[in-house]
């Protein structure tokens, strides 16, 4: 069975970090590109990053930009999310998915985790 489970979410104050990871079971992560996404109250899902496996490239949305890291770590079987100087509008559900490619730019991601919640709050 195609698992895909995120952990590391919490409260966090601005300014602070959090590492999301994604574990996968009953496939290799590294066959797969892997996205994280969030949704946030009142705002539809939006990707927030993605690493693929065919070259590692890897895709930011502008707002993290330099502030989060997607990496994976094959070994273990898991793509985490370096989150830094985190802000309240980081704040919602993050979820990890994969497409059944291994481009981030296949249009459809069809494996889901159950998601982890981030709160960035003072």
């Known amino acids: 069975q195609v698992q895909l489970v995120e952990s590391g979410g919490g409260l966090v104050q601005p300014g602070g970090s959090l590492r999301l990871s994604c574990a996968a079971s009953?496939?290799?992560?590294?066959?797969?590109?892997i996205g994280w996404f969030r949704e946030a109250p009142g705002k539809e899902r939006e990707g927030v990053s993605c690493?693929?496996?065919?070259?590692?490239?890897?895709i930011y949305l502008d707002s993290v930009k330099g502030r989060f890291t997607i990496s994976r770590d094959n070994a273990k079987n898991t793509v985490y999310l370096q989150m830094n100087s985190l802000k309240p509008e980081d704040t919602g559900v993050y979820y990890c998915a994969a497409p059944p490619s291994r481009s981030c730019r296949y249009p459809e991601f069809t494996s889901w985790g159950q998601g982890t919640q981030v709160t960035v709050s003072s």
């Open positions: 690493i693929s496996s065919s070259d590692g490239s890897t």
């Open positions: 009953g496939f290799t992560l590294n066959d797969y590109a």
